[in-house]
């Protein structure tokens, strides 16, 4: 009841009212039945404009340190996260990846969206980073279609680093069309095939955003970013920071096949 609360009483209105956000393509989202959201990860914020936009309830895989913080502090912190539709994924534990996938496949057995960033991380520098193919893992076993979502200006309201948002410019969030990968059932498992869904999808998320894709690791970028014997940092999604390495740019997501 506190997330309906804080979308139409509470947080929702007061996104809306401030920041007007825009959306496109909401046709896309069924209105009722599993369903994986897929979007590209370039804010803090994207995670309370894109469910705003919906009418559905959107449950998002979050990171733990949301709910592990101690104190009062963190007990705000765990209550808050859990209203907007959070679960809590460690990702430093050795089967986080299995829990993440057990937790997103139980989501959608029980006809919910749930909401991922195949990236696995915000984007350093604004640009579309290579996806991790759980979320191929995910649909499979799930049996359900992923809905490509492109975050649009979040990174310039709130870029990394900064705690309170810019009122300017407007975000924005689009939908693309329904993903259906039924032509795979029962091939769950097999890494070629949940590799080609995963740059199936990250092609549709480099098209309806405009971003430039990199074929690296959003993560792996990141540690290169923060070395430095790599060269001089970048500000907060400055593109103009340190290159992939020959290959690692520059190649696009092969195009969706069928």
Not at 157 to 169: E, K, N, S
Not at 190 to 205: A, K, P
Request: charged share 25%.
């Amino acid at each position: 009841m506190l997330y309906w609360f804080l979308k139409y009483v509470g947080l929702g209105p007061l996104l809306r009212g401030i920041w007007r956000p825009w959306a496109e393509g909401t046709e896309h989202v069924p209105a009722s039945g599993g369903v994986i959201l897929a979007s590209n990860h370039l804010s803090f914020c994207d995670s309370f404009f894109m469910p705003v936009m919906l009418r559905r309830r959107v449950t998002f895989l979050a990171k733990s340190e949301y709910f592990t913080t101690p104190g009062l502090k963190g007990r705000l912190s765990r209550v808050f996260f859990r209203a907007i539709g959070q679960v809590p994924i460690d990702r430093d534990d050795a089967d986080a990846s299995r829990g993440a996938l057990t937790a997103g496949i139980r989501i959608l057995g029980e006809g919910s969206m749930l909401g991922i960033y195949p990236e696995g991380t915000r984007s350093p520098d604004g640009r579309l980073y290579k996806g991790k193919t759980g979320v191929a893992r995910m649909a499979l076993e799930a049996g359900v279609p992923v809905i490509p979502v492109a975050m649009v200006n979040t990174d310039k309201v709130q870029p990394t680093g900064r705690r309170w948002p810019r009122l300017r410019p407007r975000p924005g969030v689009r939908f693309g069309e329904p993903l259906d990968f039924s032509r795979y059932e029962g091939l769950s498992g097999d890494r070629f095939v949940e590799r080609s869904m995963t740059d199936e999808i990250m092609y549709e998320l480099m098209r309806l955003s405009g971003q430039e894709y990199v074929d690296v690791y959003a993560a792996k970028m990141k540690l290169r970013y923060d070395n430095p014997a790599f060269g001089a940092k970048r500000g907060p999604q400055d593109p103009a920071g340190p290159s992939a390495s020959a290959g690692e740019a520059a190649r696009i997501p092969t195009e969706r096949a069928g």
